[in-house]
């Protein structure tokens, strides 16, 4: 059946797979739900956005994006609440990103109607998809890639704009052990950091793949000038707990404007914790382990949400973190979080968004 609704056109598909959909069995990034949203930008032009049946999409080989890397991204999450209802966190934040994102990487704008219209209109379309469960939640992921047929290299000319949306659960199921690491950099000064672009994501595997190799999960990024400070880990944001107080590297042009991490930063504050925005240098960081002064460090993202590390490497040595208990400032930090997504605790900011 194909129904014009508002400014979407919609083809549902004739039969719901949720059926697929085990909360108790999530697999991060590997179930579909039952529609997809397309919206073609054709010289400038954005075209009426079309929801369909998820599934594969052809291209011409010569596709811009698949040569010169013009693709961003957003993650966020939708979340059923203690009401039944389905809510997403913040959404707009991500919508400004996305943006941002589209800027630096000269790419066309979308407009707020496609976005936000457009995470609203499919996600009650697969409302069925939002699995209830502490850790669960439905991953929606809006990306966008250069559509030109063209191998010159220039900003392309056309871009088509989709979303995606895939049932999530515990994105670790144990604390990840993470290298610092001192060779490799994830971005430097002037580059593309701040922005979600696919090619930071393609940069980090190789570091990544070397220290899996060593025993690690991840890497925590430093500076590429000194590789002394701190500047996010793997896919996330992260957090230090030095003598009670929070630190969180101060974000710039090499650091993703994490809305997790802002989120937190709100939380620990009207909790009444002390949060610095500053340079954390790795130096600190290490002795502070050894001498029981850190306590605490997790990462912090939309997939992620709060993740405490067990432990990091640094220079060929494994420095253990204490284990987390429902006392630690992470715990607390990710109850509050949670609590607010799904209703529990008073959404004093506005972040929680009905659909
Ligand atoms: C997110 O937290 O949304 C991310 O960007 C992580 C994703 C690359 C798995």
Same mark, same amino acid.
């Given at each position: 059946?194909?129904?014009?609704?508002?400014?979407? #056109?919609?083809?549902?598909?004739?039969?719901? $797979?949720?059926?697929?959909? !085990?909360?108790?069995?999530?697999?991060?990034?590997?179930? &579909?739900? +039952?529609? /997809?949203?397309?919206?073609?930008?054709?010289?400038?032009? %954005?075209?009426?956005?079309?929801?369909?049946?998820?599934? +594969?999409?052809?291209?011409?080989?010569?596709?811009?994006?698949?040569?010169?890397?013009?693709?961003?991204?957003?993650?966020?999450?939708?979340?059923?609440?203690?009401?039944?209802?389905?809510?997403?966190? $913040?959404?707009?934040?991500?919508?400004?990103?996305?943006?941002?994102?589209?800027? *630096?990487?000269?790419?066309?704008?979308?407009?707020?109607?496609?976005?936000?219209?457009?995470?609203?209109?499919?996600? @009650?379309? !697969?409302?069925? %998809?939002?699995?209830?469960?502490?850790?669960?939640?439905?991953?929606?992921?809006?990306? /966008?890639?250069?559509?030109?047929?063209?191998?010159?290299? $220039?900003?392309?000319?056309?871009?088509?704009?989709?979303?995606? /949306?895939?049932?999530?659960?515990?994105?670790?199921?144990?604390?990840?052990?993470?290298?610092?690491?001192?060779?490799?950099? *994830?971005a430097a000064t002037?580059?593309?950091?701040?922005?979600?672009?696919?090619?930071?994501?393609?940069?980090?595997?190789?570091?990544? @793949?070397?220290?899996?190799?060593?025993?690690?999960?991840?890497?925590?990024?430093? +500076?590429?000038?000194?590789?002394?400070?701190?500047?996010?880990?793997?896919?996330m944001n992260v &957090?230090?707990?030095?003598?009670?107080?929070?630190?969180?590297? @101060?974000?710039?042009?090499?650091?993703?404007?994490?809305?997790?991490?802002?989120?937190?930063?709100?939380?620990? *504050?009207?909790?009444?914790?002390?949060?610095?925005?500053?340079?954390?240098?790795v130096k600190d960081?290490?002795?502070?382990?050894?001498?029981?002064?850190?306590?605490?460090?997790?990462?912090?993202?939309?997939?992620?949400?709060?993740?405490? &590390?067990?432990?990091?490497?640094?220079?060929? +040595?494994?420095?253990?973190?204490?284990?987390?208990?429902?006392?630690?400032?992470?715990?607390?930090?990710?109850?509050?979080? !949670?609590?607010? *997504?799904?209703?529990?605790?008073? !959404?004093?900011?506005? %972040?929680?968004? #009905?659909?």
């Amino acid at each position: 059946m194909v129904e014009e609704a508002a400014a979407f #056109k919609i083809t549902h598909v004739k039969e719901s $797979r949720v059926k697929q959909l !085990d909360p108790e069995n999530i697999v991060f990034g590997s179930l &579909f739900t +039952d529609h /997809m949203l397309v919206a073609d930008c054709i010289d400038g032009v %954005w075209q009426t956005p079309e929801i369909l049946p998820y599934g +594969d999409i052809a291209y011409n080989p010569a596709l811009a994006s698949l040569h010169y890397g013009q693709s961003i991204f957003e993650g966020m999450k939708a979340f059923r609440n203690v009401d039944n209802e389905v809510v997403m966190f $913040r959404p707009e934040e991500n919508f400004k990103r996305f943006n941002i994102s589209a800027e *630096r990487m000269c790419m066309a704008q979308v407009p707020e109607e496609i976005f936000m219209g457009g995470l609203k209109e499919i996600l @009650k379309l !697969d409302s069925a %998809w939002v699995p209830d469960g502490e850790d669960n939640s439905l991953y929606l992921r809006p990306f /966008m890639f250069a559509s030109d047929v063209y191998l010159g290299v $220039r900003p392309s000319f056309n871009y088509r704009f989709m979303i995606i /949306m895939s049932p999530a659960g515990k994105y670790y199921s144990t604390p990840p052990k993470v290298k610092i690491e001192t060779e490799y950099i *994830r971005a430097a000064t002037g580059g593309v950091g701040y922005a979600k672009c696919a090619g930071n994501y393609a940069a980090s595997l190789y570091p990544a @793949k070397l220290a899996q190799e060593q025993g690690y999960t991840q890497l925590l990024w430093t +500076d590429a000038q000194t590789h002394t400070k701190f500047e996010e880990s793997g896919t996330m944001n992260v &957090f230090f707990v030095q003598n009670g107080k929070l630190l969180t590297p @101060k974000t710039s042009t090499t650091i993703l404007k994490g809305i997790t991490r802002d989120s937190l930063i709100n939380i620990a *504050r009207d909790s009444g914790y002390e949060v610095s925005e500053q340079d954390v240098y790795v130096k600190d960081i290490v002795e502070g382990i050894k001498d029981g002064s850190v306590t605490e460090v997790f990462g912090a993202g939309t997939a992620v949400v709060v993740s405490p &590390f067990s432990g990091v490497g640094f220079e060929g +040595d494994d420095i253990p973190l204490p284990a987390i208990t429902e006392k630690s400032i992470s715990s607390v930090l990710k109850q509050k979080l !949670d609590g607010i *997504r799904k209703g529990k605790l008073e !959404d004093t900011h506005g %972040w929680v968004y #009905k659909v």
